[in-house]
């Protein structure tokens, strides 16, 4: 009977102790680029309330900079925008700061493009580094 405990004591604490840990792991990278990470480093760099941030990267990338902004970007005082080369002036002129940053995320691919499983993208991302420049 003691046996059997183990055994089944054993069976039940495998996955806790083997696959948890890869799971947390896994996790624990850029889902599809998604990442707070940068925001994060942002606050060491003392960008000011009011201020408006270009995301640059890849265009996957931007949702997490998208969900940081208030409903009307134009009443908040921190405005998260897409990096877009050919419409950064007007971005400018809707939402003028005083302070205006610009994001730069390089991402690096976790996994290959596993089509044996039906996933024809790769979702698994990796921070590889967020760089921060101030434009005015």
Same mark, same amino acid.
């Given at each position: 009977?003691?046996?059997?405990?183990?055994?089944?004591?054993?069976?039940?604490?495998?996955?806790?102790?083997?696959?948890?840990?890869?799971?947390?792991?896994?996790?624990?990278?850029?889902?599809?680029?998604?990442?707070?990470?940068?925001?994060?480093?942002?606050?060491?760099?003392?960008?000011?309330?009011?201020?408006?941030?270009?995301?640059?990267?890849?265009?996957?990338?931007?949702?997490?900079?998208?969900?940081?902004?208030?409903?009307?970007?134009?009443?908040?005082? &921190?405005?998260?925008?897409?990096?877009?080369?050919?419409?950064?002036?007007?971005?400018?002129?809707?939402?003028?700061?005083?302070?205006?940053?610009?994001?730069?995320?390089?991402?690096?691919?976790?996994?290959?493009?596993?089509?044996?499983?039906?996933?024809?993208?790769?979702?698994?991302?990796?921070?590889?580094?967020?760089?921060? &420049? &101030?434009?005015?």
């Amino acid at each position: 009977m003691a046996a059997l405990a183990l055994a089944l004591l054993a069976v039940a604490l495998w996955p806790l102790a083997v696959r948890l840990p890869q799971i947390v792991r896994g996790e624990s990278s850029a889902y599809h680029g998604q990442s707070i990470a940068p925001f994060r480093s942002a606050q060491a760099l003392d960008i000011r309330p009011r201020a408006l941030i270009f995301v640059a990267g890849p265009a996957f990338a931007y949702g997490a900079a998208f969900l940081e902004n208030e409903l009307d970007p134009t009443r908040a005082p &921190r405005v998260y925008v897409r990096d877009l080369p050919e419409l950064r002036e007007a971005a400018m002129q809707v939402y003028a700061r005083p302070e205006i940053w610009q994001l730069v995320q390089d991402l690096r691919p976790l996994a290959p493009v596993d089509l044996a499983r039906g996933n024809p993208y790769t979702d698994r991302w990796e921070m590889v580094r967020a760089r921060w &420049r &101030r434009i005015r």
